[in-house]
Every structure is written in structure tokens, then in C-alpha cells.
């Protein structure tokens, strides 16, 4: 019966993790920089570039870990990050996970939540709020686009943009109020940090050693929900 308690813990914690979030509003996990802070609207090097950050000071700045995407054009992990500079200019983008100091299989992994039209053109934001740096770029009307966030009367729209396009495969990220945007789309699924029970409690939750999908060899003792490499779900325990 052990592995009741271990599920009413956290269903205690995820109760009490959402009494004290304010509603409409995600909390990010603090972390570190690594290194200086290259940006991308979206999880690739097919997304545009918002600028580099922190050229000088990374190794004094914290910044909140929102989500994770697999890169499978890359084959790496991205990491959507809040953060304010200097001046006081907030943004919200993605950057390599080599540049922040966090464990992956703590953060969300993002999907896609529906897709959508824009129903006009709309003023673009660097996060879901007016108090995040404004785009130069609008999101044009009639745009098809693909949601992947919604928060604070705001959805995150991904698309092609013809204007910026350097390539078939360039990609935009950008906020928008939901007032411009007609569609459907799920919300947020509530991520909840994968802990492992004794093998001797459930059996088949012990640990791989090896993803059974790209096959690369994973840290000793690991407790992983995901590969590491390739994004593969390991809860179904292995050798």
C-alpha cells in the first residue's frame, strides 16, 4: 500500500501548488544561466531571433524555467525562460538547455493545444501580458496558426510569416490576446514531477539503464521520466 501514500503526496503538494498560484498566471521554476543567453521565438533554429541577452552579467542572473521542447531537426532539448533585463524589459523565449542550470524532467514538456485563425491582425508580444516587450511584427489576419500556450487572456500562436520568412521551414512564435483568435484549444496540462516507487512496491517502475528508443546509456541511479537525449518516456520502468 505504500504506493497510495507516495500518490496522496503529491496529489497533496499539486493542491497545494495550484491554492497558491494566482489564476491565469503559470510559475516558472528559478535557475541559473550557464552561459550567455541566445534567444529564439520558438523550440529551433527555424524560429526567429528575439536577441542575445546577459553578454556580461549571465553569471549573476536568474531566470524562470517555463517549458521544454524536444528539437527533433537538432536533437536537443530548448527551454522557454522569463526573464527581465537591466532595463527592466520583459521577455519570454527559448533558448538551448546548455544555458540553464535546470533538470529537464522537472519542467513541463510542451504539445501542441489546438489550432486556431486569427480573426485580425494582431499587435504581438514577447510573453502573455502588455507589460512584455511589444514585436515589431504584428500576426497578420486570417494567419492558420497552431496554439501552444494560453495564460492571462493571452495565447502563445505558432505560424509561418511570409514578411520574415528566410526559408520554406521559417517558423514565428509570438502572444496574442484571445480576442484575436478564433479556434479551440485544450489548456495547459498541470506537470507534475515524475517520482519513482521501490521496485519491491511496483513492479516494473525501476529504472532503465538504457533508452529503449535511441539507445544511449543513461546516468547511474537515474530517476528520469524522459530520456534525456531523445525525449522518450521511460515511466514504464526497464533494464
Known amino acids: ?139 497578420p489576419n486570417h494567419t492558420k496558426v497552431t496554439v501552444f500556450g494560453a495564460e492571462n487572456g493571452f495565447v502563445q500562436v505558432e505560424f509561418f510569416d511570409a514578411r520574415m520568412a528566410k526559408s520554406e521551414v521559417s517558423r514565428r512564435r509570438a502572444w496574442v490576446t484571445e480576442r484575436a483568435v478564433s479556434g479551440s484549444w485544450s489548456s495547459p496540462v498541470t506537470f507534475i514531477p515524475f517520482v519513482t516507487l521501490a521496485p519491491t512496491t511496483v513492479p516494473g517502475s525501476e529504472a532503465f539503464s538504457f533508452c529503449p528508443s535511441c539507445g544511449k546509456k543513461l546516468p547511474d541511479g537515474n530517476t528520469f521520466a524522459f530520456c534525456p537525449y531523445c525525449g522518450t518516456s521511460l515511466t514504464g520502468g526497464g533494464k
Open 1 to 139: 500500500m505504500r504506493w497510495f501514500k507516495h500518490l496522496a503526496v503529491i496529489l497533496c503538494l499539486l493542491l497545494l501548488i495550484l491554492s497558491i498560484i494566482p489564476e491565469g498566471q503559470a510559475s516558472g521554476i528559478p535557475a541559473s544561466l550557464l552561459m550567455r543567453l541566445s534567444t529564439r521565438t520558438g523550440p529551433g533554429t527555424q524560429y526567429d531571433e528575439p536577441g542575445t541577452y546577459f553578454q556580461n552579467d549571465w553569471r549573476t542572473t536568474q531566470v524562470e524555467v517555463m517549458s521544454a521542447a524536444w528539437d527533433n531537426r537538432n536533437d536537443i532539448w530548448w527551454v522557454q525562460v522569463d526573464f527581465t533585463t537591466a532595463r527592466g524589459a520583459k521577455f519570454r523565449a527559448y533558448t538551448g538547455l546548455k544555458r540553464v542550470d535546470v533538470d529537464i524532467n522537472t519542467v513541463y514538456h510542451e504539445q501542441p493545444l489546438g489550432t486556431a485563425k486569427m480573426t485580425s491582425a494582431a499587435k504581438a508580444y514577447w510573453g502573455p501580458g502588455r507589460d512584455y516587450v511589444e514585436s515589431k511584427f504584428n500576426v
